[in-house]
């Protein structure tokens, strides 16, 4: 079920019912109604159930969708209530009026005309009829959420046929993101459920672990290799810096309060750039002096962030707005806001800094971006649900994982089409090329492993 397909849905049905309120009472019996308001009841409940719990919104938005929803339902049941009563009422008074005419020796007084009786009471009808409005409105309100997430037209898409992931390397709980270290020596894991980063040796396939603390979400590496740097998905004024050598790590400002989420360091080593979730921010931050930390706000609830080759700008994917902000490094403002696809996630440069490749959760395409017209140029159709994003070294392929379809799809950027699809684990978040070009590392997140997908000759 798509967001298209709902809003479909949902319209039809509330058109139906606004021709039903509108029409004088008179003009239709009382179960059309009850019966149209019962209708609603069942489109509540299959929105609710079969979309609304499982789709990725913010949360004040998915709170509205659900109350909507919600608010139909419930009238719906006061509706059909209502029906219920009257009818009783209606069966109470067609019994005694049969006791009447049939009782021994009771003077009666006529029972008033059938017609009469039956009759639909004006003040019922008014209260099904606002009742069945209140349904309409919460119903729409589900409907203006769904279009202020729908994304804009896009360009063609195409997709393809796949193969299997070589091997599984069983880490720790909630594999989140993923990282190779600059010599491809060791891969280190963030695990969100289990407030640790897993490393993995690449050469014995030996694991370790370093306790960070709590929903650890993004890992970055320096380009000397020396530290890792992780962010939380649990609000804090600070993020971690840990020496590889030692394990120790170190609480680095960020400048404000947040969940943080995506993170990336500049190519001189010099600064980090956290995407700050909940307070719609993005932190830089100087990696020899903390105090210089600035703070500049972008869309709302970002993501995804990544840097130039060159350094000079910082792209962020922004996931409630549906926009990429563009972040001049030089005057720390924002210069662009480019619209893409729907409830964006990652964000990555391709090697020579050309185009930019972002990640679309709820569109299921990645958006490729052209770094000097900052225009969305194509829109490639991937897995469902799609997430993490990598280049391989050479920069003739993306990696995607697709977390809802548990595959990674390879795509050939010279032709942007996706060749591969490649099975993985349950629900991959990660994915990341080592630095030889050869393997691709991806996160599983339901099953609690990473796969490793042997690339060969490409």
């Known amino acids: 079920m798509t967001n298209s397909m709902v809003i479909a849905l949902v319209g039809i049905c509330i058109v139906a019912a606004a021709v039903v309120i509108i029409v004088p009472s008179r003009a239709k019996p009382l179960w059309v109604v009850a019966g149209t308001s019962g209708l609603l009841v069942v489109l509540g409940l299959v929105v609710l159930v079969g979309y609304l719990i499982t789709i990725d ?11 909507g929803a919600l608010g139909s339902i419930v009238f719906g049941f006061i509706n059909l209530g209502l029906m219920a009563y009257q009818e009783v009422k209606r069966w109470k008074i067609g019994t005694q009026d049969i006791t009447q005419t049939q009782g021994p020796g009771l003077a009666q007084t006529p029972p008033p005309p ?9 003040h019922l009808h008014r209260v099904l009829r606002a009742a069945l409005a209140v ?9 203006i959420v769904l279009i202020s997430f729908a994304p804009a037209a896009q360009p063609p898409t195409m997709t393809v046929p796949g193969t299997t992931a070589a091997a599984t390397i069983q880490v720790d709980s909630g594999p989140f993101s993923v990282m190779p270290s600059p010599d491809g020596r060791h891969v280190y894991i963030a695990n969100a459920t289990s407030d640790n980063v897993s490393v993995i040796d690449t050469v014995n396939s030996m694991v370790s672990s370093i306790q960070v603390g709590y929903m650890p979400r993004r890992v970055a590496v320096s380009s000397d290799g020396r530290r890792i740097y992780v962010t939380s998905n649990s609000r804090s004024e600070h993020f971690l810096a840990i020496d590889v050598v030692t394990g120790t790590p170190m609480a680095i400002p960020l400048g404000t309060s947040s969940k943080t989420d995506g993170i990336a360091v500049s190519p001189d080593n010099s600064r980090i750039y956290i995407a700050n979730n909940s307070a719609n921010t993005v932190s830089l931050i100087d990696i020899f002096n903390s105090n210089m930390t600035k703070t500049v706000l972008v869309g709302e609830h970002p993501t995804g962030v990544a840097v130039a080759p060159d350094g000079r700008q910082v792209y962020v994917a922004n996931a409630s707005s549906n926009t990429v902000s563009v972040i001049d490094t030089t005057s720390n403002t924002v210069t662009a806001n480019i619209p ?7 964000v990555i440069f391709a090697q020579d800094g050309r185009h930019i490749y972002i990640t679309n959760t709820l569109s299921d395409n990645l958006s490729v971006i ?10 490639i159709a991937v897995g469902d649900a799609p997430r993490g994003l990598a280049v391989a070294p050479d920069g003739r392929h993306v990696y995607v994982a697709n977390s809802g379809s548990n595959t990674v799809s390879a795509i050939d950027t010279a032709k942007f089409f996706a060749p591969k699809i490649i099975q993985v684990g349950s629900k991959p978040k990660g994915v990341a090329v080592n630095p030889d070009g050869r393997h691709v590392y991806v996160t599983n997140y339901g099953s609690g492993d990473v796969s490793v997908i042997e690339v060969g000759d490409r």
């Open 57 to 67: 919104l913010d949360r004040a938005s998915k709170i509205a969708s659900v109350l």
């Open 114 to 122: 059938i017609s009469t009786r039956r009759r639909n009471p004006l």
């Open 135 to 143: 349904q309409v409105s919460a119903l729409a309100l589900v409907v």
């Open 340 to 346: 893409v696809g729907l409830r964006p996630d990652e």
């Open 370 to 379: 052209d770094a000097t017209s900052k225009t969305v140029t194509a829109n």
